[in-house]
């Protein structure tokens, strides 16, 4: 995202979840995202949200300057357990917080499912399928980031863009034949999936990634240090998902926004369950 190196994440004081964030969606029987929207006012867990600490992410900027400087895969879990226990005061918290993704995932799956089946969305974002055909790869991955998530001046929006763009990216190098205008189902599920670990990889480095670079021993350490960071949050995520499937919870239409949350829950506690 190129913003990892300079910013210092949110600080002391301010609620781990802020005012922006959607409600969770609560649990659906009807399975459908759609008739869940107005629902989720009432459907935020109960009990107030909590207030930062002063030096809520300590913990883990200890144990990340410490896999920064040596590469220790213990470091980096134990990092990532004080990410989720400190920075975000567990997994059921963390999982708040990231509500939001959740509910761009749920755009994304309707607008791609849209796109694959010949739908206009001109009256409400302007993506057209008929437009879109013939244009490259780069010109409807932005069309598409622009009708999920535009610009709205924070930092989730900004993490969110960029993750749209990322698993798109993912999706033509898993699928190098794929049509972005005309996604199959098994794409768009993977393009879903990509989005919710690219969406909490650009918010880790958003929080803590500055402490990697500054405590790796050169540039291209640090970049390698990153490099991992990534790839080990990515799978884990990918792994809550898998795990999810196996109990019948598939990225259906009208399951996305519920599939992602429990995706999400699942991974935070993987990461507030690290010992070692």
């Keep these: 995202m190129g913003t990892s190196q300079s910013s210092k994440g949110p600080g002391p004081g301010v609620p781990m979840v802020p005012p922006w964030a959607p409600d969770l969606p609560s649990t659906n ?36 300057g410490g896999y920064a400087g040596s590469g220790g895969r213990s470091d980096l879990r134990q ?39 010949g739908q206009s969305f001109v009256a409400n974002n302007g993506l057209d399928p008929v437009l879109l055909a013939g244009k490259s790869a780069d010109e409807v991955m932005s069309a598409v980031t622009e009708a999920v998530r535009p610009v709205d001046g924070t930092q989730d929006a900004e993490a969110q863009r960029a993750a749209i763009r990322d698993s798109l990216s993912e999706v033509l190098t898993r699928f190098p034949d794929a049509d972005l205008v005309n996604l199959n189902p098994e794409h768009r599920e993977f393009a879903i999936e990509t989005f919710t670990a690219f969406d909490v990889v650009h918010r880790f480095e958003l929080d803590v990634g500055k402490t990697i670079f500054a405590k790796s021993p050169n540039a291209t350490a640090a970049l390698a240090r990153l490099k991992e960071a990534r790839e080990y949050i990515k799978e884990t995520v ?35 369950g690290y010992i070692k």
């Design 79 to 117: 990092g990532l357990k004080h990410y989720i226990r400190s920075g975000y005061g567990g997994s059921k918290t963390a999982t708040r917080r990231f509500a939001g993704t959740a509910s761009t995932a749920a755009v994304l799956g309707g607008v791609l499912a849209g796109l694959a089946s």
């Design 29 to 64: 029987s009807s399975g459908d995202d759609q008739s869940q929207d107005s629902q989720d006012s009432s459907a935020a867990p109960s009990g107030g949200v909590p207030i930062a600490p002063s030096g809520r992410f300590g913990g883990a900027r200890r144990s990340l």
């Design 238 to 272: 990918s792994a809550a998902f898998r795990k999810l499937k196996e109990t019948g919870k598939t990225l259906t239409t009208g399951q996305i926004k519920h599939v992602v949350k429990d995706a999400l829950q699942e991974t935070f506690e993987v990461f507030e």
